[in-house]
């Protein structure tokens, strides 16, 4: 039996891959694949060769799912919410009742950027007196020398 005789029988036959026929035979794949196309029965081949696979990983998905067991997240929503609200309420309640300009900019979504990088009100939206138009941003952090470097303060 010659070379390409028992490429054929192992490939129609044996159904092995290409790979493993070339380990067997002690040539290179790509010869392999080059007698493997070239024999009339290899549109067939391919053809139920793709649905068997097709079958097996149908049924290998079935039975992968049936025990695949999800690990669970923690769901920490509650205590996200719950964190919120708090930071909120202090935000929001001063001795005096009153609420400074940043925190009413970040609490509402009223406020967009302008050209000079202030915050400010759509003119189309009717707003109370006590509302703020525009909030400056472009406040200049105080600085203090401390030992020969520069300290943000807060």
């Known amino acids: 039996m010659n070379t390409r005789e028992q490429i054929l029988d192992l490939y ?8 493993e026929i070339a380990k067997v035979v002690g040539k290179s794949c790509p010869y392999v694949s080059k007698v493997v196309k070239a024999d009339k029965r290899n549109k067939e081949e391919k053809e139920s060769r793709k649905k068997t696979n097709a079958e097996n990983r149908k049924v290998y ?9 999800r690990p669970k997240k923690d769901d920490n929503s509650y205590e996200q919410m719950l964190a919120q609200q708090k930071q909120d309420a202090m935000e929001l309640s001063y001795n005096n009742n009153t609420m400074s300009d940043y ?6 979504s009223i406020y967009h950027t302008n050209s000079k990088g202030n915050l400010s009100i759509d003119r189309k939206l009717n707003v109370g007196a006590d509302i703020p138009k525009t909030i400056n941003m472009n406040i200049k952090v105080p600085i203090q020398k401390c030992k020969n470097r520069y300290v943000y303060s807060y």
């Open 103 to 108: 925190a009413l900019a970040k609490w509402s």
């Open 61 to 69: 998905l079935q039975e992968y799912f049936k025990t695949y067991d």
């Open 12 to 19: 129609y036959n044996e159904h092995l891959k290409q790979n």
